[in-house]
Nanobody, 124 residues
Framework: QVQLVESGGGSVETGGSLRLSCTAS????????VGWLRQAPGKEREEVAA????????YYADSAKGRFTISQDDAKNTVYLQMSSLKVEDTAMYYC?????????????????RGQGTQVTVSS
């Protein structure tokens, strides 16, 4: 099992930036796949980015490509999500998640563990 703690959410205007952090209770290399998920009111939870912690391979949903960057800091057991050029439609609760096995990326429903979430609100 792993505990995940997110931070860094907040309110920004369209075009702004935020950096989310996810600190894990285990070494990142032992977690295989770490993803950032988001869920907006009335919508299903979706994976927006994922990183395979063994080799740093990354994946982005189409909505995140070119604007979001996922990265890891092994020394801090932390995965980051740098978000730029934010849009109103990026407004959601963002969760850090990890799961059993090596599949990466994966469906949001396939993650076994996730944090409490951090709210991101983008206003026009």
């Amino acid at each position: 099992q792993v505990q995940l703690v997110e931070s860094g959410g907040g309110s920004v205007e369209t075009g702004g930036s935020l950096r989310l952090s996810c600190t894990a209770s285990r070494y990142l290399y032992s977690m295989n796949c770490v993803g950032w998920l988001r869920q907006a009111p009335g919508k299903e939870r979706e994976e927006v980015a994922a990183i395979y912690t063994g080799d740093g391979s990354t994946y982005y949903a189409d909505s995140a490509k070119g604007r979001f960057t996922i990265s890891q800091d092994d020394a801090k057991n932390t995965v980051y999500l740098q978000m730029s050029s934010l849009k109103v439609e990026d407004t959601a609760m963002y969760y850090c998640a990890s799961g059993l096995g090596t599949r990466c990326p994966r469906l949001a429903s396939e993650y076994n563990y996730r944090g409490q979430g951090t709210q991101v609100t983008v206003s026009s």
